[in-house]
């Protein structure tokens, strides 16, 4: 169990921040990465759709031997932590908890502003979390551009930074001091977003905080890959485009990701198979083509 690899997923290629800091500080660690492309931007849509795609893939990755699970998505961890909690063995790793801990950590003015897609903005999770501390002001923003220009590979433009200075200025001008990129998408934006909120305004992200979550669960439940293991990585899309995932994804993280293969996830339920029969697709045959 312990040479089995980790599994780590996100909507796209954001969570390659979350992979990239897992194999920092866990060299020995081998991993599988799935970027839900097929359904990829999670933040627009309905909270149940994003529960059931996020299920999908994490069975997909514990079916492949898994020995923990990384759900590296702000909208899916707000979506369905419990439910993945409730329905795998494994420990289930996800990327909000640690972005708060370091955030209440660092405020000096109890004053944190929280940037996220409009699913994870909308689902309160990280405004519960913080709100527990009665002394904290909490100002939130939802920037759902921000993903798109960055799954189009869009990071240092003229629009990027007249769109988050849009997004942003509100959170500058209520005197925030730190900010959550609570997004995995966002660390590719870093640039335009301090340059917006100044340099006083400390900038916390998930990756290295949610890294070390993986470290301390591995020693906990005795799971550390052992002192000679070589460590492998696997990236897997679930769109049928792969080539413009290994792209973008070279482009982002410096040519770290050399080999994406496509992995179908989900099945066909019965009602899916009932209306296929009501459109004229009557064997399996007629659905392959």
Do not use: W
Request: charged fraction near 20%.
């Amino acid at each position: 169990m312990n040479d089995a690899p980790i599994g780590i997923f996100d909507s796209g290629v954001g969570g390659l921040t979350v992979a990239r800091a897992i194999r920092a500080q866990l060299p020995r660690e081998s991993f599988v990465y799935i970027g839900d492309t097929a359904h990829s931007p999670y933040g627009p849509k309905p909270i149940a759709d994003v529960r059931r795609y996020s299920l999908e893939v994490l069975d997909t990755l514990v079916d492949q031997g898994v020995k923990m699970l990384v759900i590296a998505c702000n909208t899916a961890s707000a979506a369905m932590l419990r439910d993945a909690r409730e329905r795998y063995d494994v420990p289930v790793i996800e990327v909000i908890g640690p972005a708060v801990r370091r955030a209440v950590s660092t405020t000096r003015n109890n004053r944190i502003g929280v940037i996220g897609t409009v699913g994870t903005i909308g689902s309160r999770a990280y405004q519960d979390m913080l709100e527990v501390n009665e002394r904290l002001s909490v100002f939130t923003a939802a920037c759902p551009r921000f993903v798109e220009f960055v799954e189009a590979g869009i990071t240092g433009t003229e629009e990027v930074l007249a769109v988050a200075e849009a997004y942003l200025a509100p959170l500058r001008d209520a005197g925030v001091d730190t900010l959550v990129l609570g997004c995995t998408h966002y660390p590719f934006l870093r640039g335009a977003i301090s340059y917006v909120m100044g340099d006083g305004v400390a900038l916390v992200s998930s990756d290295d905080e949610t890294a070390g979550d993986v470290y301390r669960q591995l020693v906990r439940g005795d799971l550390l890959a052992p002192a000679d293991a070589v460590a492998t990585a696997v990236y897997e899309a679930t769109g049928e485009s792969t080539e413009e995932f290994t792209a973008l994804a070279n482009r982002l993280m410096g040519r770290e990701v050399r080999d994406v293969q496509h992995v179908q996830t989900g099945v066909i339920t019965l009602p899916d198979l009932t209306e296929l029969a009501e459109a004229g697709i009557s064997n399996q045959k007629d659905f392959h083509d």
